[in-house]
């Protein structure tokens, strides 16, 4: 299996910045593509930025130019670099992982962290 564990969250200011962290660990894995996903209250889950193992990056449109994704293939590490951040970007922060794992079979599988609250207000 893949765990992944998030860090990065808290309170912010409109127009201020935050960097979230999501670090992968188990036992014989090999990452594919990861990502950052948000949900706020009564609204769906939807993807904010994803990142493939080659760095080919995906955004969401309300995100783009504000938000930043990269990783450390090495480390097995993901993160957000958030700027310019609003009220509407308040949301508990999920990490994603599509991952082959020995414990699976190694079949590609979604893994996802407990997730991190970013609340952005003045």
């Known amino acids: 299996q893949v765990q992944l564990v998030e860090s990065g969250g808290g309170l912010v200011q409109p127009g201020g910045s935050l960097r979230l962290s999501c670090g992968a660990s188990?036992?014989?894995?090999?990452?594919?593509?990861m990502g950052w996903y948000r949900q706020a209250p009564g609204k769906q889950r939807e993807l904010v930025a994803a990142?493939?193992?080659?760095?080919?990056?995906n955004y969401a449109d309300s995100v783009k130019g504000r938000f930043t994704i990269s990783r450390d293939n090495a480390k097995n590490m993901v993160y957000l670099q958030m700027n310019s951040l609003k009220p509407e970007d308040t949301a508990v922060y999920y990490c994603?992982?599509?991952?082959?794992?020995?414990?699976?079979?190694?079949?590609?599988?979604?893994?996802w962290g407990q997730g991190t609250q970013v609340t952005v207000s003045s």
């Open positions: 990142i493939t193992s080659g760095g080919s990056t």
């Open positions: 994603n992982a599509d991952a082959w794992a020995r414990a699976s079979g190694w079949s590609l599988r979604g893994y």
């Open positions: 188990g036992t014989s894995f090999s990452i594919n593509t």
